[in-house]
Protein backbone atom coordinates (compact mmCIF):
# COMPACT_ATOMS: atom_id res chain seq x y z
CA UNK A 1 0.00 0.00 0.00
CA UNK A 2 2.93 1.88 0.96
CA UNK A 3 4.24 1.47 -2.20
CA UNK A 4 1.30 2.44 -4.25
CA UNK A 5 1.35 6.18 -2.58
CA UNK A 6 4.54 6.86 -3.11
CA UNK A 7 4.34 5.74 -7.01
CA UNK A 8 0.41 7.85 -6.65
CA UNK A 9 3.21 10.82 -5.33
CA UNK A 10 5.40 10.37 -8.57
CA UNK A 11 2.51 10.00 -11.41
CA UNK A 12 0.95 13.81 -10.52
CA UNK A 13 4.16 15.79 -11.31
CA UNK A 14 4.13 13.18 -14.52
CA UNK A 15 0.49 14.07 -15.16
CA UNK A 16 0.57 17.89 -14.77
CA UNK A 17 3.48 18.13 -17.15
CA UNK A 18 1.13 16.32 -19.32
CA UNK A 19 -1.53 18.30 -19.04
CA UNK A 20 0.87 21.49 -19.59
CA UNK A 21 2.32 20.26 -22.60
CA UNK A 22 -1.36 19.04 -23.99
CA UNK A 23 -2.30 23.00 -22.99
CA UNK A 24 0.53 24.33 -25.21
CA UNK A 25 -0.03 21.73 -27.94
CA UNK A 26 -3.56 23.08 -28.81
CA UNK A 27 -2.41 26.52 -28.38
CA UNK A 28 0.13 25.97 -30.96
CA UNK A 29 -2.06 24.16 -33.18
CA UNK A 30 -5.45 26.40 -32.41
CA UNK A 31 -5.58 28.65 -36.20
CA UNK A 32 -5.18 31.79 -35.71
CA UNK A 33 -8.40 33.95 -37.28
CA UNK A 34 -7.42 35.86 -39.95
CA UNK A 35 -7.26 39.27 -40.16
CA UNK A 36 -6.60 39.84 -43.63
CA UNK A 37 -7.21 37.53 -47.00
CA UNK A 38 -4.16 37.99 -49.67
CA UNK A 39 -4.65 36.48 -52.96
CA UNK A 40 -1.27 36.18 -54.94
CA UNK A 41 -1.24 35.94 -58.65
CA UNK A 42 1.90 34.39 -60.22
CA UNK A 43 1.33 35.09 -64.22
CA UNK A 44 1.07 33.11 -67.07
CA UNK A 45 1.96 29.29 -66.22
CA UNK A 46 2.03 25.98 -67.99
CA UNK A 47 1.32 26.29 -72.11
CA UNK A 48 1.80 30.24 -71.42
CA UNK A 49 5.67 31.10 -70.90
CA UNK A 50 4.62 34.34 -70.96
CA UNK A 51 7.57 37.09 -71.97
CA UNK A 52 10.65 34.78 -73.15
CA UNK A 53 12.74 37.45 -72.55
CA UNK A 54 16.33 37.59 -74.45
CA UNK A 55 16.41 34.00 -74.93
CA UNK A 56 19.78 33.23 -73.11
CA UNK A 57 17.71 31.13 -70.39
CA UNK A 58 15.14 28.00 -70.20
CA UNK A 59 13.47 30.18 -67.81
CA UNK A 60 10.79 32.45 -68.80
CA UNK A 61 8.35 35.14 -67.30
CA UNK A 62 5.95 32.02 -65.70
CA UNK A 63 8.93 31.05 -63.64
CA UNK A 64 9.78 33.54 -62.13
CA UNK A 65 6.71 35.17 -61.37
CA UNK A 66 6.10 31.78 -59.65
CA UNK A 67 9.24 31.94 -57.65
CA UNK A 68 8.83 35.37 -56.65
CA UNK A 69 5.10 34.50 -55.25
CA UNK A 70 5.99 31.35 -53.21
CA UNK A 71 8.67 33.80 -51.49
CA UNK A 72 6.15 36.72 -51.16
CA UNK A 73 3.53 34.00 -49.85
CA UNK A 74 6.49 32.50 -47.63
CA UNK A 75 6.81 35.74 -46.10
CA UNK A 76 3.89 37.15 -44.95
CA UNK A 77 2.96 33.24 -43.55
CA UNK A 78 6.23 33.34 -41.41
CA UNK A 79 5.62 36.61 -40.33
CA UNK A 80 1.78 37.69 -40.30
CA UNK A 81 0.26 34.36 -38.74
CA UNK A 82 -3.12 36.21 -39.01
CA UNK A 83 -3.01 36.57 -42.65
CA UNK A 84 -4.27 34.06 -45.05
CA UNK A 85 -2.21 33.47 -48.44
CA UNK A 86 -4.06 32.12 -51.21
CA UNK A 87 -2.30 31.58 -54.47
CA UNK A 88 -3.64 31.35 -57.69
CA UNK A 89 -1.10 28.67 -58.58
CA UNK A 90 1.46 26.72 -56.80
CA UNK A 91 3.08 25.24 -59.98
CA UNK A 92 3.68 25.18 -63.85
CA UNK A 93 -0.15 25.19 -64.23
CA UNK A 94 -2.07 27.43 -66.50
CA UNK A 95 -5.62 29.48 -64.65
CA UNK A 96 -7.70 31.17 -67.02
CA UNK A 97 -7.73 34.82 -66.17
CA UNK A 98 -11.63 34.11 -65.64
CA UNK A 99 -10.51 31.90 -62.91
CA UNK A 100 -7.89 33.83 -61.14
CA UNK A 101 -10.21 36.40 -60.70
CA UNK A 102 -12.82 33.99 -59.44
CA UNK A 103 -10.73 33.12 -56.72
CA UNK A 104 -9.99 36.35 -55.23
CA UNK A 105 -13.45 37.54 -55.76
CA UNK A 106 -14.91 34.05 -53.94
CA UNK A 107 -12.25 34.50 -50.93
CA UNK A 108 -13.77 37.72 -50.73
CA UNK A 109 -10.15 38.73 -50.26
CA UNK A 110 -8.88 41.46 -48.77
CA UNK A 111 -6.28 42.42 -51.63
CA UNK A 112 -5.50 41.01 -54.86
CA UNK A 113 -1.69 41.05 -56.17
CA UNK A 114 -0.42 40.07 -59.81
CA UNK A 115 3.01 39.36 -60.45
CA UNK A 116 4.70 39.94 -63.76
CA UNK A 117 8.09 40.63 -65.87
CA UNK A 118 7.81 43.47 -69.16
CA UNK A 119 9.14 43.10 -72.02
CA UNK A 120 10.24 46.19 -74.65
CA UNK A 121 11.72 46.49 -78.46
CA UNK A 122 14.88 48.38 -77.19
CA UNK A 123 16.73 46.13 -74.72
CA UNK A 124 17.49 49.64 -73.03
CA UNK A 125 14.10 49.55 -70.89
CA UNK A 126 14.40 48.85 -66.80
CA UNK A 127 12.68 49.50 -64.41
CA UNK A 128 9.85 48.44 -62.06
CA UNK A 129 6.32 49.27 -62.14
CA UNK A 130 2.75 48.89 -60.73
CA UNK A 131 -0.48 49.24 -62.10
CA UNK A 132 -3.79 49.43 -61.25
CA UNK A 133 -6.94 49.30 -63.01
CA UNK A 134 -7.88 52.16 -65.24
CA UNK A 135 -7.67 53.71 -68.61
CA UNK A 136 -4.16 53.63 -69.50
CA UNK A 137 -2.54 57.51 -70.78
CA UNK A 138 0.36 56.05 -72.85
CA UNK A 139 0.67 53.98 -75.63
CA UNK A 140 3.25 51.87 -73.72
CA UNK A 141 0.83 51.21 -71.05
CA UNK A 142 -1.75 50.09 -73.65
CA UNK A 143 0.62 47.84 -75.18
CA UNK A 144 1.95 46.36 -71.50
CA UNK A 145 -2.17 45.75 -71.10
CA UNK A 146 -2.71 44.38 -74.76
CA UNK A 147 0.34 41.52 -74.40
CA UNK A 148 -0.53 40.15 -70.91
CA UNK A 149 -4.13 39.98 -71.69
CA UNK A 150 -3.88 38.26 -74.66
CA UNK A 151 -2.86 35.22 -72.38
CA UNK A 152 -6.78 33.95 -72.91
CA UNK A 153 -5.75 33.22 -76.59
CA UNK A 154 -4.07 30.44 -74.79
CA UNK A 155 -7.05 29.48 -73.12
CA UNK A 156 -10.12 27.07 -74.72
CA UNK A 157 -13.34 27.97 -75.03
CA UNK A 158 -11.67 31.59 -74.58
CA UNK A 159 -14.77 32.93 -77.01
CA UNK A 160 -17.21 31.91 -74.74
CA UNK A 161 -15.91 33.14 -71.74
CA UNK A 162 -14.22 36.32 -72.46
CA UNK A 163 -17.55 37.30 -74.84
CA UNK A 164 -17.13 40.99 -75.84
CA UNK A 165 -13.48 41.00 -74.85
CA UNK A 166 -11.23 41.60 -77.64
CA UNK A 167 -7.50 42.34 -76.08
CA UNK A 168 -6.62 43.73 -79.55
CA UNK A 169 -8.82 46.45 -79.60
CA UNK A 170 -8.66 49.78 -77.97
CA UNK A 171 -12.48 50.24 -77.77
CA UNK A 172 -12.31 46.96 -75.41
CA UNK A 173 -9.97 49.19 -72.72
CA UNK A 174 -12.32 52.22 -73.16
CA UNK A 175 -15.33 50.16 -72.02
CA UNK A 176 -13.22 48.73 -69.14
CA UNK A 177 -11.86 52.22 -67.78
CA UNK A 178 -15.91 52.98 -67.46
CA UNK A 179 -16.38 50.68 -64.99
CA UNK A 180 -16.74 51.09 -61.51
CA UNK A 181 -13.90 50.68 -58.96
CA UNK A 182 -14.43 52.02 -55.42
CA UNK A 183 -11.15 50.53 -54.50
CA UNK A 184 -8.83 52.90 -56.38
CA UNK A 185 -7.97 54.77 -53.53
CA UNK A 186 -6.69 51.96 -52.18
CA UNK A 187 -5.11 50.14 -55.00
CA UNK A 188 -3.31 53.37 -55.48
CA UNK A 189 -1.96 53.45 -52.22
CA UNK A 190 -0.90 50.23 -52.47
CA UNK A 191 0.79 50.50 -55.91
CA UNK A 192 2.57 53.74 -54.45
CA UNK A 193 3.96 51.61 -51.43
CA UNK A 194 5.33 48.52 -53.49
CA UNK A 195 7.47 51.25 -55.76
CA UNK A 196 8.62 53.01 -52.59
CA UNK A 197 9.81 49.44 -51.56
CA UNK A 198 10.90 49.02 -54.97
CA UNK A 199 13.14 52.22 -55.37
CA UNK A 200 14.68 52.13 -51.45
CA UNK A 201 14.67 48.29 -50.90
CA UNK A 202 15.51 46.45 -53.91
CA UNK A 203 17.17 49.75 -55.57
CA UNK A 204 15.35 49.32 -58.48
CA UNK A 205 14.57 52.57 -60.64
CA UNK A 206 11.15 53.40 -60.29
CA UNK A 207 8.50 53.55 -63.57
CA UNK A 208 5.90 54.69 -61.11
CA UNK A 209 2.14 53.88 -60.79
CA UNK A 210 -0.25 53.37 -63.65
CA UNK A 211 -3.50 52.65 -64.93
CA UNK A 212 -4.04 50.28 -67.78
CA UNK A 213 -6.94 47.79 -68.81
CA UNK A 214 -5.32 44.52 -67.49
CA UNK A 215 -8.25 42.08 -66.97
CA UNK A 216 -7.69 40.73 -63.79
CA UNK A 217 -7.42 43.63 -61.91
CA UNK A 218 -10.29 45.14 -63.72
CA UNK A 219 -12.61 42.31 -62.28
CA UNK A 220 -11.37 41.77 -58.86
CA UNK A 221 -13.74 43.05 -56.12
CA UNK A 222 -11.09 44.34 -54.17
CA UNK A 223 -7.95 46.69 -53.68
CA UNK A 224 -6.00 45.28 -56.90
CA UNK A 225 -2.54 45.95 -58.49
CA UNK A 226 -0.49 43.62 -61.38
CA UNK A 227 2.97 44.55 -60.66
CA UNK A 228 5.68 44.58 -63.31
CA UNK A 229 8.91 43.27 -62.19
CA UNK A 230 11.37 44.22 -64.44
CA UNK A 231 12.39 44.05 -68.25
CA UNK A 232 13.42 40.37 -69.05
CA UNK A 233 14.25 42.18 -72.58
CA UNK A 234 16.96 43.86 -70.49
CA UNK A 235 20.32 41.62 -70.06
CA UNK A 236 21.04 43.04 -67.07
CA UNK A 237 17.64 43.21 -65.54
CA UNK A 238 16.71 39.30 -66.73
CA UNK A 239 19.78 37.94 -64.98
CA UNK A 240 18.41 39.96 -61.83
CA UNK A 241 15.32 38.28 -62.15
CA UNK A 242 16.34 35.20 -62.62
CA UNK A 243 19.05 34.84 -59.94
CA UNK A 244 17.83 33.63 -56.63
CA UNK A 245 18.91 36.87 -55.24
CA UNK A 246 17.14 39.19 -57.50
CA UNK A 247 14.05 37.02 -56.63
CA UNK A 248 14.10 37.43 -52.66
CA UNK A 249 15.10 41.20 -53.02
CA UNK A 250 12.11 41.52 -55.07
CA UNK A 251 9.58 38.98 -52.84
CA UNK A 252 11.15 41.45 -50.16
CA UNK A 253 10.20 44.81 -51.26
CA UNK A 254 6.70 43.11 -51.74
CA UNK A 255 6.29 41.94 -48.41
CA UNK A 256 7.42 45.09 -46.93
CA UNK A 257 5.08 47.35 -49.19
CA UNK A 258 2.55 44.63 -47.76
CA UNK A 259 2.80 44.85 -44.42
CA UNK A 260 3.11 49.02 -44.62
CA UNK A 261 -0.20 48.57 -46.33
CA UNK A 262 -1.60 46.57 -43.34
CA UNK A 263 -0.58 49.58 -41.24
CA UNK A 264 -1.97 52.31 -43.02
CA UNK A 265 -5.37 50.10 -42.66
CA UNK A 266 -5.25 49.87 -39.28
CA UNK A 267 -4.33 46.11 -38.81
CA UNK A 268 -0.59 46.29 -38.37
CA UNK A 269 1.21 46.11 -35.06
CA UNK A 270 0.72 49.73 -33.19
CA UNK A 271 -1.95 50.99 -35.31
CA UNK A 272 -5.50 48.64 -34.64
CA UNK A 273 -8.01 51.61 -35.34
CA UNK A 274 -9.82 50.70 -32.08
CA UNK A 275 -6.63 52.08 -29.93
CA UNK A 276 -7.12 55.50 -31.32
CA UNK A 277 -7.91 58.06 -28.24
CA UNK A 278 -10.39 60.75 -29.80
CA UNK A 279 -9.40 62.64 -26.44
CA UNK A 280 -6.23 63.09 -27.47
CA UNK A 281 -7.26 64.18 -30.91
CA UNK A 282 -9.80 66.38 -30.25
CA UNK A 283 -7.33 69.34 -28.44
CA UNK A 284 -6.01 69.76 -31.83
CA UNK A 285 -8.56 69.55 -34.27
CA UNK A 286 -9.59 73.12 -34.61
CA UNK A 287 -11.06 73.66 -37.91
CA UNK A 288 -10.69 69.95 -39.17
CA UNK A 289 -13.71 67.64 -39.98
CA UNK A 290 -13.20 63.93 -40.54
CA UNK A 291 -15.16 62.36 -43.48
CA UNK A 292 -15.77 58.54 -44.66
CA UNK A 293 -14.48 58.05 -48.62
CA UNK A 294 -16.26 55.62 -50.15
CA UNK A 295 -15.78 55.75 -53.71
CA UNK A 296 -13.40 57.05 -56.42
CA UNK A 297 -13.70 57.48 -59.88
CA UNK A 298 -12.27 58.30 -63.18
CA UNK A 299 -15.84 59.97 -64.38
CA UNK A 300 -18.16 62.13 -62.33
CA UNK A 301 -21.09 60.29 -60.81
CA UNK A 302 -24.71 61.40 -59.89
CA UNK A 303 -25.27 61.26 -56.44
CA UNK A 304 -29.11 59.05 -57.17
CA UNK A 305 -26.23 56.92 -58.77
CA UNK A 306 -26.59 53.49 -57.61
CA UNK A 307 -23.02 52.94 -56.91
CA UNK A 308 -24.03 54.90 -53.47
CA UNK A 309 -26.83 52.24 -52.66
CA UNK A 310 -29.63 55.14 -51.82
CA UNK A 311 -27.04 57.20 -49.53
CA UNK A 312 -28.19 61.09 -49.34
CA UNK A 313 -25.16 62.66 -47.37
CA UNK A 314 -22.30 61.82 -50.14
CA UNK A 315 -20.02 64.90 -51.20
CA UNK A 316 -17.38 64.95 -54.31
CA UNK A 317 -13.86 66.52 -54.11
CA UNK A 318 -11.20 66.17 -57.17
CA UNK A 319 -8.20 64.87 -56.51
CA UNK A 320 -5.45 64.98 -59.79
CA UNK A 321 -7.95 62.97 -62.34
CA UNK A 322 -10.04 61.73 -59.46
CA UNK A 323 -13.58 62.51 -58.51
CA UNK A 324 -13.39 61.20 -54.61
CA UNK A 325 -17.06 60.80 -52.98
CA UNK A 326 -17.41 60.66 -49.07
CA UNK A 327 -20.01 60.43 -46.68
CA UNK A 328 -21.02 62.04 -43.48
CA UNK A 329 -19.29 64.99 -41.75
CA UNK A 330 -17.65 64.29 -38.28
CA UNK A 331 -15.63 66.95 -35.73
CA UNK A 332 -14.59 63.39 -33.67
CA UNK A 333 -12.33 60.90 -35.39
CA UNK A 334 -14.55 58.07 -33.23
CA UNK A 335 -17.66 59.34 -34.44
CA UNK A 336 -16.05 59.32 -38.53
CA UNK A 337 -14.65 55.61 -37.64
CA UNK A 338 -18.37 54.22 -36.06
CA UNK A 339 -20.16 55.65 -39.68
CA UNK A 340 -16.61 53.27 -41.26
CA UNK A 341 -17.67 50.18 -39.93
CA UNK A 342 -20.90 50.81 -41.01
CA UNK A 343 -20.85 51.05 -44.05
CA UNK A 344 -18.22 48.82 -44.35
CA UNK A 345 -21.31 46.29 -43.04
CA UNK A 346 -23.12 47.57 -45.93
CA UNK A 347 -20.91 46.45 -48.79
CA UNK A 348 -18.24 49.47 -48.79
CA UNK A 349 -15.43 47.27 -48.27
CA UNK A 350 -13.07 50.14 -49.11
CA UNK A 351 -14.21 52.79 -46.75
CA UNK A 352 -11.63 54.80 -44.86
CA UNK A 353 -11.55 57.95 -42.91
CA UNK A 354 -10.15 61.29 -44.20
CA UNK A 355 -9.53 64.55 -42.85
CA UNK A 356 -10.44 68.04 -44.07
CA UNK A 357 -9.77 71.23 -43.08
CA UNK A 358 -10.69 74.36 -45.19
CA UNK A 359 -12.53 72.29 -47.86
CA UNK A 360 -9.15 70.25 -48.77
CA UNK A 361 -8.32 66.93 -47.18
CA UNK A 362 -5.43 67.03 -45.57
CA UNK A 363 -3.20 63.82 -44.01
CA UNK A 364 -4.41 61.81 -40.59
CA UNK A 365 -0.44 62.01 -39.74
CA UNK A 366 -0.82 65.90 -40.02
CA UNK A 367 -3.34 66.28 -37.67
CA UNK A 368 -1.52 65.65 -34.45
CA UNK A 369 0.70 68.49 -35.20
CA UNK A 370 -1.36 70.52 -36.34
CA UNK A 371 -3.30 73.75 -34.75
Not at 101 to 106: E, F, L, S, T
Not at 294 to 315: A, C, E, M, N, Y
Not at 332 to 344: D, I, V, Y
Request: charged share 25%.
Amino acid sequence: MKHLKQHSKLLKPAALALAIITVFAIAAFTPVKPTMVVVIDAGHGGKDPGNLGTGRYSSTEKDITLAVSNKLASYIGEKMPDVKVILTRKDDSFPKLTTRVKIANNAEADVFISIHCDAFSSANALGSGTYVMGMHKTEASLKSAMRENASIYKEDDYEKDYAGFDPNDPDTYIALSLRQNIFLDNSLQLGTLIQNQFRERAGRKDRGVRQAGYYVISFTSMPSVLVELGFLTNPDEEDLLIGKDGQEYMASALYRAFRDYRVAQGLGTGLIEESIKPNNIDEVTDGVWFKVQIVSSLTQLDKSSPVFRGLHDVDMYLSGDLYKYTVGKFRQTEEAHTRKRELREQGFDGAFVAAFKNGSRIPMSSISTEN
